[in-house]
């Protein structure tokens, strides 16, 4: 085929630009207008011409781009010029930007002019700048000349990049590159309007009723810097600071030219999104921009898919053009407002438990890979050896201790509280510190775990052996959604354990001795809508606020307690005192109360009305906020007296789980503090959950089983450890490996990797993949911490850090680990598009566009493709779940 290689110039201004607009925006504007193009057939010299649109098209017209292979640098801007403008689709488009990106990842910068300069091709002039604010016309003749002369020059530099960049790169990732591009410069879904305005409406309404809530607190505790930093504090979110060009002392970082204040307006946290829009007078928050985003988008055109190939040094591709498709809320309406074009289907189709397959097949423990494919008990198999039993006689305290080095995970989306407020878990980062129940701690990263099976906690999503905190004693996930006490014990521990988050820290001491001196114990049903057949209240309990309706409407969440009291047979409740000087503020209704239930219900008994007071907790203190009842049965009861006035019923809350599961994308943090347990949201309110670890030793996995609650010797867990690493010893192994292969890396060393040699480490270069590109670890260096201990670090692509990236033999695996998942993710995705367009890919899954006539048996074809196995592991089992839909959230 012959090769074309193109650059457009295009009419830009101050307001008009890239630097303004996406890229989206930008070529959909009426103001676009293309100045002039240039274009090289083969090893011609290249052309220019300048017109009018027609005449441009006409122009165009000469080049066969039916049958020719298009190269540009940044292809999905000048492709979608000649897609959206032209109606030109060449039969094959090749990106230099994104073959730099997967060759040099961040170590020589993504631009032509660094490139060039990189590669020493050439120099890339400055003539673009002299056009700022000039139509075609505006140009004298000259000056049109001399901007053609640059454009031709930026085309040589491209097509000489090109074939630097071209020696040896992978077909098979220049087809990932033509897919990737057209996935943006040919859309095809739809958007639907109708379902945007009704969830902008909601967005806004939720927004003002915020902003609203947040100005009534205090005018002059918005725009004092103490008192906002305060606020922040509440809120969870570390105040920004920065040094004072004026005293040079530290102060903080709140006006509207502070990068990471402004950058408080996309916090997940709703309430830290208004109080920081009040205190700059922005009206808007990020998730009404991105419904207002996908709005505009649905006038102008189909929903254009930016991905951005090879984002991370695993290959895994990313968010771009400010149109992050993976970032999506896991239940978003807006997935619900993408629509498949009229006529067609779309099937979402994602790999099972790629990564957890991957590492077995790597490692060759074909054992571990045969037990997981069958679908057997793997941690009963691991308790038989250890105890060297039988498995069926393996008792469940047993297979406990057989499974802690296989420990459970989290689903993508799930927020974890950090000490800059609640994030989603995969935006952990080593800089986060995180709430493990009784203090802020340390991790060691955030652990990929691939796709997984997941159960529905309260609407969160775990997977069915992940520990959660129950009292004193750690349950499975899977048990603590099976049983409505157990559940409402571990919600009742997750919050009795919450930072003092709804009042300042100067009150924290005075609000404590003004509550009930009587000795608190925890109920094991509160704020559920049935009385408990067991639970025994003791003579004081604190019934919690529905944490679920500050997290369901966006708003974060903070445990308010009420204090109950014994009062003879029954209960009665009573409220901090608010402290002198405080301003009593407005309370919004409040939709349940958590009262406490009673020894002496006889379930079935007739009800009555019954009320109580309850207060809530304010940055400025605590104040009574509203008298509340709900019913109780009296049949069978001993009499009682109640506080307070009969007020209108309340609504019953359950907090009993929805018994589903979905296959999806997970995580866990390695790690986390001396008590190897953070704190997650549900709808229903926080629980502490356990983290994994990886390569433990004897101590570290003494410590473990203790924080479950398990006490062994340290010979008998070093035991334990041994048999496990002689169970399947292929992965310790492999871990080993991966340590060696770093100080080959840093001594520029050769060495095999993996299964029968399959990867290959050439020295600086990195590690070879089987599609012939490398992970990299640019400037991999020993480092001693601050500990004293050395280890091996790398320089992540934001340059030589102060904190620098610290990597070992097991991050080095699930790295590798990734980017083999990705590699037969892409294998996948040209497979599927053989039949049917791929229109996008979010982490381990395809999502592609079949006719409604054969969307059957197209979502038959999808599993067929995703369950064939590459040539260059032809023994690694993959399987997938698919499901279809009129919409990406029917999927």
């Known amino acids: 085929m012959e090769v074309l290689t193109i650059d457009f110039e295009t009419y830009y201004d101050q307001q008009y630009s890239l630097k303004k607009l996406t890229t989206e925006e930008y070529l959909r504007d009426p103001r676009f207008e293309a100045i002039g193009v240039s274009v090289k057939r083969g090893t011609e010299d290249a052309q220019w011409f300048s017109g009018t649109r027609k005449q441009t098209a006409v122009w165009l017209d000469q080049f066969d781009w039916a049958n020719s292979v298009v190269v540009a640098h940044n292809a999905m801007f000048d492709m979608a010029i000649l897609s959206w403008q032209f109606e030109v689709r060449p039969k094959r488009i090749v990106d230099t930007l994104s073959m730099a990106r997967a060759i040099h990842g961040t170590e020589v910068g993504g631009s032509l002019d660094a490139l060039t300069r990189h590669y020493n091709l050439g120099q890339k002039g400055d003539e673009v700048i002299n056009a700022l604010g000039k139509r075609r016309i505006d140009f004298a003749p000259e000056d049109l000349e001399r901007y053609g002369s640059y454009c031709k020059n930026d085309v040589e530099l491209t097509y000489k990049l090109f074939e630097v960049l071209a020696q040896g790169f992978p077909l098979i990732e220049l087809k990932l590159i033509d897919l990737t591009i057209r996935m943006f410069t040919e859309p095809v879904l739809e958007l639907s309007l109708e379902g945007l305005i009704t969830h902008l409406s909601t967005v806004r309404t939720k927004k003002e009723r915020l902003l609203a809530s947040v100005t009534m607190v205090d005018k002059e505790q918005l725009m004092s810097n103490p008192k906002f930093a305060a606020t922040l504090k509440v809120l969870g979110v570390v105040p920004p600071t920065k040094i004072s060009p004026t005293t040079g002392k530290e102060t903080y970082a709140f006006s509207k030219s502070d990068e990471e204040f402004k950058a408080l307006l996309e916090h997940e946290d709703l309430r830290v999104q208004a109080i920081v829009a009040a205190r700059l007078g922005v009206k808007s928050t990020i998730e009404e921009t991105r419904t207002e985003r996908f709005m505009a988008i649905s006038v102008r055109g189909p929903l254009p898919i930016p991905l951005r190939y090879y984002a991370a ?18 239940k978003s309406p807006l997935k619900n407002a993408i629509l498949a074009p009229e006529g067609y289907v779309i099937v979402d189709s994602d790999s099972s438990q790629i990564e957890a397959r991957t590492l077995a097949w790597l490692a060759e423990q074909n054992d571990l890979v045969d037990a997981f494919e069958q679908g057997q008990d793997v941690y009963r198999i691991m308790a038989a050896a250890i105890y060297n039993k039988k498995e069926e006689d ?5 297979r406990f201790v057989g499974k802690t080095t296989i420990l459970g995970c989290i689903a993508e989306g ?10 989603p878990i995969e935006q952990v980062s080593l800089l986060d510190k995180l709430w493990d129940g009784k203090e802020w701690v340390c991790h060691q990263g955030l652990v990929t775990k691939g796709y997984k099976k997941t159960v529905n906690v309260c609407g969160s999503w775990l997977t069915p052996d992940h520990k959660i905190l129950c009292g004193k004693q750690w349950k499975e996930t899977q048990y603590v959604v099976a049983d409505e006490n157990t559940l409402s014990l571990a919600l009742g521990t997750g919050a009795a354990n919450l930072p003092l988050l709804g009042t300042l820290k100067e009150y924290e001491t005075e609000l404590q001795q003004s509550s009930l001196s009587a000795t608190a114990a925890l109920q094991s049903t509160p704020s559920i809508d049935t009385t408990s057949k067991i639970s025994k209240v003791l003579g004081a309990t604190y019934a919690l606020k529905r944490l679920v309706r500050a997290l369901a409407n966006c708003i974060g969440g903070i445990a308010t307690y009420f204090r109950m009291t014994l009062t003879g047979n029954d209960f009665s409740t009573e409220y901090l005192v608010a402290l002198a000087g405080v301003t009593p503020q407005v309370a919004r209704p409040i939709l349940s109360t958590g009262g406490g239930a009673s020894q002496y219900t006889n379930l079935g008994a007739l009800t009555v009305g019954r009320s109580y007071a309850i207060s809530s907790a304010y940055p400025t203190g605590t104040t009574p906020s509203a008298t509340l009842t709900e019913s109780t049965t009296v049949k069978g009861m001993n009499p009682a007296t109640y506080d307070s006035q009969l007020g209108a019923k309340t ?3 359950s907090v009993k789980s929805v018994s589903c599961s979905r296959n999806l994308m997970t995580y866990d943090i390695a790690y986390a503090g001396p008590r190897n347990r953070f704190t997650i949201a549900t709808n229903a309110g926080p629980l502490i959950v356990h983290n994994c670890g990886y390569g433990m030793g004897a101590k570290k996995f003494r410590a473990q089983l203790k924080t479950f609650g398990v006490d062994i010797a340290e010979e008998q867990a070093a035991y334990i450890i041994e048999v496990y690493r002689s169970t399947y010893p292929k992965i310790p192994i492999l871990w080993k490996q991966a340590g060696d292969a770093l100080k080959a890396i840093a001594n520029n060393q050769f060495t095999a990797l993996g299964r029968g040699g399959l990867l290959t480490v050439e020295g600086s270069k990195g590690i070879r993949l089987p599609n012939d590109l490398y992970i990299k670890y640019p400037n991999l260096r020993r480092y001693m911490n601050e500990g004293g201990k050395e280890e091996l670090v790398y320089d992540t692509k934001k340059g030589r850090t102060t904190i620098p990236n610290r990597i070992y033999g097991g991050k080095v695996i699930e790295n590798v680990c990734q980017a ?26 395809i999502g592609c566009i ?4 054969e969307a059957d ?35």
Do not use: F
């Open 313 to 330: 040094h695993t290959g895994r591709w990313g968010g771009d053009d400010k149109v992050n498709m993976q970032n999506l809320p896991r």
């Open 394 to 398: 393996i008792s469940p305290e047993e």
């Open 414 to 423: 799930t927020l974890v509280l950090s000490d800059s407020g609640w994030k």
């Open 651 to 653: 609504q019953v809350i």
């Open 820 to 845: 083999l998942a990705r590699i037969v993710i892409g294998e996948q995705m040209l497979r599927v598009a053989k039949k049917y367009r791929v229109v996008m890919t979010v982490h381990d899954a």
């Open 850 to 853: 079949v006719p409604e006539a």
């Open 857 to 891: 048996t197209g979502k038959e074809y999808v599993e067929l493709c995703m369950r064939l196995r590459p040539e260059w592991a032809l023994d690694l089992p993959l399987n997938c779940e698919a499901g279809m839909g009129d919409s990406y959230g029917d999927c």
